[in-house]
C-alpha cells in the first residue's frame, strides 16, 4: 500500500529533534512521498535542506502563504519568486487568502494571490497548493479573473460545503482532506461522502491539525493512513482502494510520474 501527505510542513523547528524517525515511521505507515508547502523567506532554506536530504520523497512546493503577508508584499513576493525560478519545485504554494482572524492585510493577500496565480500561469500551469479559511467568495474570484480553462492542483485543508467542493473540483483542483474529518461532529465527512474518491486527495499539514485518536499532540505524516482509514469507513470501500486512488490522484494533481 502506497500512501502519499501532500501538505506537511515537517521542515519546521518542532521537528529538528527527531525528523529521521518521524520519516521512518511515516514509511512503515505507508507513507512513500510527502509534499512541503513554503511558508514564508524563512522556511525556504529548511524545505530545500530537507528536500536535498530526503530526495525521492520530500518534495519542494514555493510560495508565500497568506498569513506571512506584509505591507512589504513586493519584497516579499520578489524574494519567493527567485527560489520559484533557480530551485527544483513540484507547485506554487502554499498560497491563498485567510481573513479568519482580521483583514488588516487583505489587499496585499489578494494582490499576493493574484501575482502567485500568474507565475502559475506562466509557468504552463503549474500546479497549486491553495489556502482558503473565511474567504472562499474572495479566492473564486481572483480564480475566475485569471481566466484560465483548468487549474491544476488542490485546495489544501478543504472545508466547505459540497456546493463549494464542487465548484473547486470544475476548475480542476482536487481536495485536500485531512485531521479535521476525524474530529467529532465534523461536517465534511458528509461532504467526503458525497464527493467522489476520485477528487480527493490525503493529507495531514503536519504539525498541526492531529486527527482522532492524537488529537492534541503533534500530528505528523504517517497519520496520513487515519484519514485513508476514515475515507474507507464513510465510503464503505477498502483502505487498499483509498490508499491506490488517492495516490494518483496525487500524481494526477502534482504532475509527477507515478
Known sequence: ????????????????????????????????????????????????????????????????????????????????????????????????????????????????????????????????SIHCRKAFDEILACLKQDNRLKFNGVFHCFGGDKRQAEKVIEMGFYLGIGGVLTFKNAHLAEVVKEIPLSNLVLETDAPYLTPVPHRGKRNEPEYVRIIAEKIAEIKEISLDEVAEVTTENAFKAFQLQN
Not at 34 to 63: H, Q
Not at 93 to 112: M, N, S
Open 1 to 128: 500500500m502506497k500512501l502519499i501527505d501532500t501538505h506537511t510542513h515537517i521542515y519546521g523547528e518542532e521537528f529538528d529533534e527527531d525528523i529521521v524517525e518521524v520519516i521512518q515511521r511515516a514509511k512503515v505507515a505507508g507513507v512513500e512521498k510527502m509534499f512541503l508547502p513554503n511558508i514564508d523567506i524563512t522556511s525556504t532554506d529548511r524545505v530545500f535542506s530537507l528536500c536535498e536530504k530526503y530526495k525521492n520523497c520530500c518534495y519542494a512546493m514555493m510560495g508565500l502563504y497568506p498569513g506571512s503577508v506584509t505591507k512589504d508584499v513586493e519584497g516579499q513576493l520578489s524574494e519567493i519568486l527567485a527560489f520559484v525560478e533557480k530551485k527544483d519545485v513540484i507547485a506554487i504554494g502554499e498560497i491563498g487568502l485567510d481573513f479568519y482572524w482580521d483583514k488588516d492585510f487583505a489587499e496585499e493577500q489578494i494582490y499576493a494571490f493574484q501575482t502567485q496565480l500568474d507565475w502559475s500561469k506562466k509557468r504552463d500551469n503549474m500546479p497549486l
